[in-house]
Every structure is written in C-alpha cells, then in structure tokens.
T-cell receptor
C-alpha cells in the first residue's frame, strides 16, 4: 500500500518568514495530493490540493509543488502569520472512481512566533 | 455548507464494553471514513465505505467493525473496548477527493 513520509515533524519560524513542509510517497499510481490544516482542538480542513497533471498550484500565501519523478511534494507558506500555527498533514491518493482513500503523513506542528 | 457530526465529543468506557461511535453527514456523499488520531502517528484509517452496506478495511481495522445501513450514517463499533483504543476518533465524508471531517470523539477506555 501507499506510504507517506512527512518532514519535519516540528517547525518553528518567525512571523513573516517562509515555511516549507516536505512529503514523499511510495506508490507511483498516486495522483491526488491534498494538504490539511488542523488548529488546536479543531477538525482538519483542506487548505490546498494538487493533482498529478500539475506541477505547482498557488493560493494567496500558500503553494504546493509536485515532483512526480522523485515522488515528492511540498507545501510552501510565505509571509507566515501567528494564525498559521497549526498541525499540517499531507496525504496521497490514487483518486478516481468512488474511493479517494487518503494515506496521511504523520503531521508537522508549525509554530509561528510573533 | 457541508456538515459532519459525531454522536459524542467525549466518551469514557470501561474495558470490555461494546462501544458505538456514530457519524452523520448531510451532503449525500458516497464515501465515508473512520480514522483514529494519536500524537505523533497522524491520522490512521480504520475503515471506509463507498456505498451503503459496503465497507473496506483501512490500515488498522483490528478490534473495530463498521456499519453503514443508510447513506448519511456511518458507525464505528468497538466490540470489546481495550485501553489501547483510547484515542481521538475522527469521521469524514468526501466528494471528489476533499474530505470533510467531523469534530471528533475523544474516547477514554479505563
């Protein structure tokens, strides 16, 4: 089955700096890669996703890049703010059909220091 | 707005008890999932269902079963609760990949 590795497990940055979280996956058939943000005491929520026919996707201060050859994808957050502090999870899926079963990484605790 | 609800936010049960966790979604989604979340281990898939009465094992199904009699409702059953099943349980439903999570049930087994 799919295996997703996520690094680092914790990341501390100063407000205004950039943050990068990296994930690798094992199944070359995976074609859907979402990122979820979970604030303390809240449920995970999708913040951005990318499909395998795209190399990069951007939404305001967040972007995701995908390298299918190397089987890795990354989340980039620019101009970080204290409200970006949360646990971030990457995931991979073969998608399509009716399943969309996700395999999650173990998460990255991002702390943005004011 | 998609709404996924879970029957309890906090639950305390004794070892050996049968435990039911219920999840309801209001968006007519076909796919539903049960995860457990433990510190440092991320979200691990227990079971999922892609249609009524259909179920598939996830990565950690041992000690759990599920039921999906109606499209909007997906139940997780712990046949005989054990202390190592103390965890946060999250339900989700999905449409075209995006998963919508419930608020979670923090289960403590003593």
């Amino acid at each position: 089955g799919e295996n997703v590795e996520q690094h680092p497990s914790t990341l501390s940055v100063q407000e205004g700096d950039s943050a990068v979280i990296k994930c690798t996956y094992s199944d070359s058939a995976s074609n859907y890669f979402p990122w979820y943000k979970q604030e303390l005491g809240k449920r995970p929520q999708l913040i951005i996703d990318i499909r395998s026919n795209v190399g990069e996707k951007k939404d305001q201060r967040i972007a995701v890049t995908l390298n299918k050859t190397a089987k890795h994808f990354s989340l980039h957050i620019t101009e970080t703010q204290p409200e970006d502090s949360a646990v971030y999870f990457c995931a991979a899926s073969q998608g399509g059909g009716s399943n969309y079963k996700l395999t999650f990484g173990k998460g990255t605790l991002l702390t943005v220091n004011p | 707005d998609v709404k996924v609800t879970q029957s309890s936010r906090y639950l305390v049960k004794r070892t050996g008890e049968k435990v039911f966790l219920e999840c309801v979604q209001d968006m007519d989604h076909e796919n539903m999932f049960w995860y457990r979340q433990d510190p440092g281990l991320g979200l691990r898939l227990i079971y999922f269902s892609y249609d009524v009465k259909m179920k598939e094992k996830g990565d950690i199904p041992e000690g759990y079963s599920v039921s999906r009699e109606k499209k909007e409702r997906f139940s997780l059953i712990l046949e005989s609760a054990s202390t190592n099943q103390t965890s946060m349980y999250l339900c989700a439903s999905s449409y075209l990949g995006e998963q919508y999570f419930g608020p979670g049930t923090r289960l403590t087994v003593t």
